[in-house]
């Protein structure tokens, strides 16, 4: 609420509009530098990272190298015969004096791998047996100068890696193997380099690809299994190196760089904790938002001042309205300060010239209304917005009964029939909540409480686009059309009525053959159990005259039919001769009708075959009488002239027939 009430002042908005640009200026200059700097320190960074375990790596390739190489010269010093390799072993042992500074121990040994000479002697390994040991078994097999893997020694148990050459004859047969141990606690090997520190947390690790940490320097572990699951140290595991950001162990975003060995399959791991790396970026983040600070309370006082200054002349030009508002100032207001403050106050003075004349308007179209309505032939209401009656026409009057004195300011709704004022109500008060036209019939009631009024009555909302100001209403009297729609239903029942009784099939249907309406008699043609409204006649009958069949279109192209003998078949095999009659209704207009009357003509026809049939036949004897034998003699003479062939009559008396009768 404060914050608000606060935001209410204009001079308020424009400090704040000032500040925000500015925070925003500044924020979008410190998120640019920042993002720009940090990505630029991570492109440093991972430079740095990347050498540093380049060069660690090159660092120990080269010492693996040069021991393996020193080691290799002085085995191949030693060629001579077993017997005197195992004799003379610690005599060639004391001689290395140079290989001393290279290994932690140096070791020589038989090709059973029995240790003949060692170095320090304080290791008192003499005449132990390391032929089960992995480096033993590839020198001798594979005899080949090789680094082994890390083992755990003897001595004490301290982890180390054994360089070692093989020693041949001069027959180049293997009699033993130099071997060089090199303590991975020592410092000829990894010991100094575990110890580098990249910045101030970054650190160093050599695993091989076994998965075995030869050296940790964030835990300083040695010769422990690698329990990590980051895919770029599976990767080495897999041969791979490159740099790339990721997260140790404990969740934290460091960056890594691995880098192969060439030596042995091992790989020296860099990390390099991502905040620390960063951490330029932040400082300059944390120096800039202590800047923006300052700027911020430097310019907001003096934003404040400034503004206030400026919308001093606003503030008498509000004055000013506010008089103008009250009657209290008649005179145009006046505007001081800024061209924009003085067009506020001449667009004042314009809007209130315009209102003027906009009074003036309105009331004369009131009046132009009030004269409109009281000639017109329909009932007219003007109500308020909460439905109380302020005009209405004498037509109205007549209506209810009451003049506009007794019906001014009372609700509209009182005139409608108590039965039907429900209904009404809720739906005039939804068509104006859906901002519609509301359109109903329903009864007003009388002053004198006489027969209700039948009216048909709209209402429309009186509204502008800021307020609505109340209701329109038409009202009809249609008691007399509802009086004449009673009657012509009347009329149809009756008409339907004695439809219904005719034994004659009456039935309507539209120019596409649907069945509109039929009377109770053609469902005995139809044979359709009564489902025959909605239909197609053609479809369920086939109707035809001196064997042609009579499409839907015949009967649309003829004009009315009076008596038509045709043949009726409908979807049952059930034939009937039928007369048929049919009507055009409205023809040649959309709502164009047929109307169809099918008269059964079966008795009629059966009873003419009947008489047809005694004319010219003998009721005695069933056969054929002088009548019909004289059309049968006279048809056979009048083709007789039309045949090539001669014909004869001869008269034959078989029985004396004619002198009996």
Same mark, same amino acid.
């Given at each position: 609420?404060?914050?608000?009430? =606060?935001?209410?002042?204009?001079?308020?908005?424009?400090?704040?509009?000032?500040?925000?640009?500015?925070?925003?200026?500044?924020?979008?200059?410190?998120?640019?530098?920042?993002?720009?700097?940090?990505?630029?320190?991570?492109?440093?960074?991972?430079?740095?990272?990347?050498?540093? !375990?380049?060069?660690?790596?090159?660092?120990?390739?080269?010492?693996?190298?040069?021991?393996?190489?020193?080691?290799?010269?002085?085995?191949?010093?030693?060629?001579?015969?077993?017997?005197?390799?195992?004799?003379? !072993?610690?005599?060639?042992?004391? %001689?290395?004096?140079?290989?001393?500074?290279?290994?932690?121990?140096?070791?020589?040994?038989?090709?059973?791998?029995?240790?003949?000479?060692?170095?320090?002697?304080?290791?008192?390994?003499? @005449?132990?047996?390391?032929?089960?040991?992995?480096?033993?078994?590839?020198?001798?097999?594979?005899?080949?100068?090789?680094?082994?893997?890390?083992?755990?020694?003897?001595?004490?148990?301290?982890?180390?890696?054994?360089?070692?050459?093989?020693?041949?004859?001069?027959?180049?047969?293997?009699?033993?193997?130099?071997?060089?141990?090199?303590?991975?606690?020592?410092?000829?090997?990894?010991?100094?380099?575990?110890?580098?520190?990249?910045?101030?947390?970054?650190?160093?690790?050599?695993?091989?690809?076994?998965?075995?940490?030869?050296?940790?320097?964030?835990?300083?572990?040695?010769?422990?299994?690698?329990?990590?699951?980051?895919?770029?140290?599976?990767?080495?595991?897999?041969?791979?190196?490159?740099?790339?950001?990721?997260?140790?162990?404990?969740?934290?975003?460091?960056?890594?760089?691995?880098?192969?060995?060439?030596?042995?399959? =091992?790989?020296? !791991?860099?990390?390099?904790?991502? %905040?620390?790396?960063?951490?330029?970026?932040?400082?300059?983040?944390?120096?800039?938002?202590?800047?923006?600070?300052?700027?911020?309370?430097?310019?907001?006082?003096?934003?404040?001042?400034?503004?206030?200054?400026?919308?001093?002349?606003?503030?008498?030009?509000?004055?000013?309205?506010?008089?103008?508002?009250?009657?209290?100032?008649?005179?145009?207001?006046?505007?001081?300060?800024?061209?924009?403050?003085?067009?506020?106050?001449?667009?004042?003075?314009?809007?209130?010239?315009?209102?003027?004349?906009?009074?003036?308007?309105?009331?004369?179209?009131?009046?132009?209304?009030?004269?409109?309505?009281?000639?017109?032939?329909?009932?007219?209401? #003007?109500?308020?917005?909460?439905?109380?009656?302020?005009?209405?026409?004498?037509?109205?009057?007549?209506?209810?009964?009451?003049?506009?004195?007794?019906?001014?300011?009372?609700?509209?709704?009182?005139?409608?029939?108590?039965?039907?004022?429900?209904?009404?109500?809720?739906?005039?008060? #939804?068509?104006?909540? #859906?901002?519609?036209?509301?359109?109903?019939?329903?009864?007003? #009631?009388?002053?004198?409480?006489?027969?209700?009024?039948?009216?048909?009555?709209?209402?429309?909302?009186?509204?502008?686009?800021?307020?609505?100001?109340?209701?329109?209403?038409?009202?009809?009297?249609?008691?007399?059309?509802?009086?004449?729609?009673?009657?012509?239903?009347?009329?149809?029942?009756?008409?339907?009525?004695?439809?219904?009784?005719?034994?004659?099939?009456?039935?309507?249907?539209?120019?596409? @053959?649907?069945?509109?309406?039929?009377?109770? /008699?053609?469902?005995?043609?139809?044979?359709?159990?009564?489902?025959?409204? @909605?239909?197609?006649?053609?479809?369920?009958?086939?109707?035809?005259?001196?064997?042609?069949?009579?499409?839907?279109?015949?009967?649309?192209?003829?004009?009315?039919?009076?008596?038509?003998?045709?043949?009726?078949?409908?979807?049952?095999?059930?034939?009937?001769?039928?007369?048929?009659?049919?009507?055009?209704?409205?023809?040649?207009?959309?709502?164009?009708?047929?109307?169809?009357?099918?008269?059964?003509?079966?008795?009629?026809?059966?009873?003419?075959? %009947?008489?047809?049939?005694?004319?010219?036949?003998?009721?005695?004897?069933?056969?054929?009488?002088?009548? /019909?034998?004289?059309?049968?003699?006279?048809?056979?003479?009048?083709?007789?002239?039309?045949?090539?062939?001669?014909?004869?009559?001869?008269?034959?008396?078989?029985?004396?027939?004619?002198?009996?009768?």
């Amino acid at each position: 609420m404060l914050i608000s009430r =606060w935001l209410n002042s204009l001079v308020n908005r424009a400090v704040l509009l000032v500040v925000g640009v500015v925070v925003l200026t500044a924020l979008l200059v410190a998120l640019t530098g920042s993002l720009l700097s940090r990505a630029e320190l991570e492109q440093q960074a991972t430079k740095q990272v990347a050498t540093i !375990a380049q060069l660690v790596a090159g660092e120990l390739d080269d010492k693996l190298s040069k021991r393996r190489e020193a080691l290799t010269h002085v085995a191949q010093g030693f060629t001579m015969s077993g017997i005197a390799f195992e004799a003379r !072993a610690k005599i060639l042992m004391r %001689r290395q004096a140079a290989l001393k500074h290279l290994f932690d121990g140096l070791y020589l040994i038989d090709a059973q791998g029995k240790i003949l000479a060692e170095y320090p002697e304080a290791l008192n390994m003499i @005449g132990m047996d390391v032929s089960s040991r992995p480096y033993f078994r590839q020198v001798s097999g594979q005899l080949t100068p090789l680094v082994s893997q890390p083992y755990r020694s003897y001595y004490q148990g301290k982890p180390a890696v054994m360089v070692a050459a093989p020693v041949f004859d001069h027959q180049q047969r293997f009699i033993g193997m130099l071997g060089g141990a090199i303590s991975l606690a020592g410092e000829h090997l990894i010991k100094d380099l575990s110890d580098i520190r990249i910045g101030k947390t970054g650190y160093l690790a050599i695993v091989t690809r076994s998965g075995t940490a030869l050296a940790n320097g964030r835990t300083g572990d040695v010769m422990q299994l690698l329990k990590s699951t980051n895919p770029i140290l599976q990767g080495a595991m897999d041969g791979l190196e490159g740099t790339a950001n990721t997260r140790n162990s404990e969740g934290e975003n460091i960056i890594l760089s691995v880098q192969q060995m060439l030596e042995v399959p =091992w790989f020296v !791991a860099a990390a390099w904790p991502a %905040r620390e790396a960063y951490a330029p970026a932040t400082r300059i983040k944390d120096a800039f938002l202590w800047m923006l600070l300052a700027v911020i309370l430097l310019v907001v006082p003096l934003a404040m001042w400034r503004f206030r200054r400026l919308m001093a002349p606003l503030q008498d030009l509000g004055q000013q309205v506010h008089e103008r508002h009250l009657g209290v100032r008649t005179k145009p207001v006046g505007g001081v300060g800024g061209s924009e403050i003085r067009q506020v106050a001449d667009i004042f003075n314009m809007v209130m010239d315009e209102r003027d004349d906009v009074l003036s308007s309105l009331a004369e179209r009131e009046a132009f209304f009030r004269s409109l309505t009281r000639g017109a032939p329909i009932g007219i209401v #003007q109500a308020d917005v909460l439905g109380r009656i302020e005009f209405v026409n004498p037509v109205f009057e007549s209506i209810v009964g009451r003049t506009l004195a007794e019906l001014g300011g009372t609700p509209l709704f009182d005139c409608i029939l108590e039965g039907d004022r429900k209904a009404v109500t809720d739906g005039w008060h #939804q068509a104006l909540h #859906q901002q519609a036209v509301f359109s109903e019939r329903f009864r007003l #009631q009388e002053l004198n409480a006489g027969r209700p009024v039948w009216c048909e009555v709209m209402t429309a909302t009186l509204e502008t686009s800021e307020k609505v100001m109340g209701t329109i209403t038409v009202v009809r009297d249609i008691s007399h059309e509802l009086e004449v729609e009673e009657a012509l239903r009347d009329e149809q029942q009756r008409a339907e009525n004695i439809l219904g009784v005719m034994q004659d099939g009456v039935l309507m249907a539209d120019t596409g @053959g649907v069945i509109r309406y039929a009377n109770h /008699a053609v469902g005995r043609f139809l044979d359709a159990d009564g489902e025959y409204v @909605g239909k197609n006649v053609f479809e369920l009958v086939s109707i035809d005259h001196e064997d042609q069949a009579l499409s839907h279109e015949w009967f649309l192209e003829r004009d009315d039919l009076d008596s038509l003998y045709v043949t009726l078949r409908n979807c049952s095999e059930g034939i009937f001769d039928v007369d048929l009659s049919m009507i055009h209704i409205r023809q040649g207009r959309k709502d164009e009708r047929l109307v169809f009357v099918l008269r059964d003509d079966t008795e009629r026809r059966r009873e003419e075959e %009947r008489l047809s049939w005694e004319a010219t036949h003998d009721s005695l004897t069933h056969l054929l009488n002088r009548r /019909a034998f004289m059309v049968s003699l006279n048809k056979c003479l009048g083709e007789a002239a039309r045949q090539s062939a001669s014909s004869v009559l001869l008269l034959i008396d078989l029985d004396h027939f004619k002198p009996v009768n």
